[in-house]
Nanobody, 122 residues
Framework: QVQVVESGGGLVQAGGSLTLSCAASGRTFNRDAIGWFRQAPGKEREFVAAISWTHGSSLYADFVKGRFTISRDNAKNTVYLRMNNLEPEDTAVYYC???????????????WGQGTQVTVSS
């Protein structure tokens, strides 16, 4: 069974940066993608970015606007989400999940990690 674990969340001031990590383990051979999603209080979970382990092709949500960059280190089985110029509206729990291919649909991913909190103060 594939497992994913997020880390790297925290408190940052507006305009600051954070890098989230998603470490994958287990039988990952049939999961070629990692996706990042986020959920703010009172809001639905929304897609942020996704990347293919094999090709490195990536997919971003429109609101990222060039502020976020997703990357992977295949040797470490880890995907990173670098977030720059953070805004208070980016405050949310960020989740990573394993998928068959990069997709912006939450239903295309399983399993999910427990999430890591990102709080951006104004």
């Amino acid at each position: 069974q594939v497992q994913v674990v997020e880390s790297g969340g925290g408190l940052v001031q507006a305009g600051g940066s954070l890098t989230l990590s998603c470490a994958a383990s287990g039988r990952t051979f049939n999961r070629d993608a990692i996706g990042w999603f986020r959920q703010a209080p009172g809001k639905e979970r929304e897609f942020v970015a996704a990347i293919s382990w094999t090709h490195g092709s990536s997919l971003y949500a429109d609101f990222v606007k060039g502020r976020f960059t997703i990357s992977r280190d295949n040797a470490k089985n880890t995907v990173y989400l670098r977030m720059n110029n953070l805004e208070p509206e980016d405050t949310a729990v960020y989740y990573c999940a394993a998928g068959f291919r990069p997709s912006n649909g939450a239903l295309d991913y399983a399993p999910w990690g427990q999430g890591t909190q990102v709080t951006v103060s104004s």
